[in-house]
């Protein structure tokens, strides 16, 4: 497997576009997870779904800031409007917690600017 | 509330010494345990987890942890540090619902 897919790796938007970060999980995990991670706040879980269903977004900034997944290979997280705050790396993994795994599978990043 | 804490933000060993990051957990059971490590510009990899059974456990590129639920600590440690160690280390613990907490990070940097 090609483990989790993002893109696109590196994304430089002016403030109040709207930007889409994508992700493919491993096939056959269930749970998908978004992460923003800064130097300030370190790695912070934004959102998870399992089986496409979120299930915990308590770590949504704001409105601003929103996720899908519409079938089990495909998520998205989409600010709109960006602001310079907003610049981060962003991760997307992957679990199956099944069968005695239980670790997460992280993608390589989108690193996120916003001017 | 569950956490997990990394007391070191930065950690600087000679190449060829011993290292020792520290976590520490707050859960309400034994969870399960994880480190992983990010070299710069990509993510999280599992360097070794840690379930039941033996308190030692090893993980990839010669590391190994130890567990000790006395001291509520998951250390992780390597006899002999390569320059290629040096990259950001987090520890993680899940509980019953399997959603990781995971600790600031500690950044290893290696003198030549």
């Known amino acids: 497997d090609a483990g989790v897919i993002q893109s696109p790796r590196h994304e430089v938007t002016e403030m109040g576009q709207e930007v889409t970060l994508r992700c493919k999980p491993i096939?056959?995990?269930?749970?998908l997870f978004w992460y923003r991670q800064t130097m300030m706040r370190g790695l912070e879980l934004l959102i998870y779904f399992n089986n496409n269903v979120p299930i915990d977004d308590s770590g949504m900034p704001e409105d601003r800031f929103s996720a899908k997944m519409p079938n089990a290979s495909f998520s998205t997280l989409k600010i709109q409007p960006s602001e310079p705050r907003d610049s981060a790396v962003y991760f997307c993994?992957?679990?199956?917690f099944g069968g005695g795994s239980y670790e997460q599978y992280f993608g390589p990043g989108t690193r996120l600017t916003v001017t | 509330a569950q956490s997990v804490t990394q007391p070191d933000i930065h950690i600087t060993v000679s190449e060829g010494a011993s290292l020792e990051l520290r976590c520490n957990y707050s859960y309400g059971a034994t969870p399960y345990l994880f480190w992983y490590v990010q070299s710069p510009g990509q993510g999280l990899q599992l360097l070794l987890k840690y379930f039941s059974g033996d308190t030692l456990v090893q993980g990839i590129k010669g590391f190994e942890a130890e567990f000790k639920r006395s001291q509520s600590s998951f250390n992780l440690r390597k006899p002999s540090v390569h320059w290629s160690d040096a990259a950001e280390y987090f520890c993680a613990a899940s509980g019953g619902s399997y959603i990781p907490t995971f600790g600031r990070g500690t950044s290893l940097i290696v003198h030549p």
């Open positions: 096939s056959g995990h269930d749970y």
């Open positions: 993994a992957s679990s199956s």
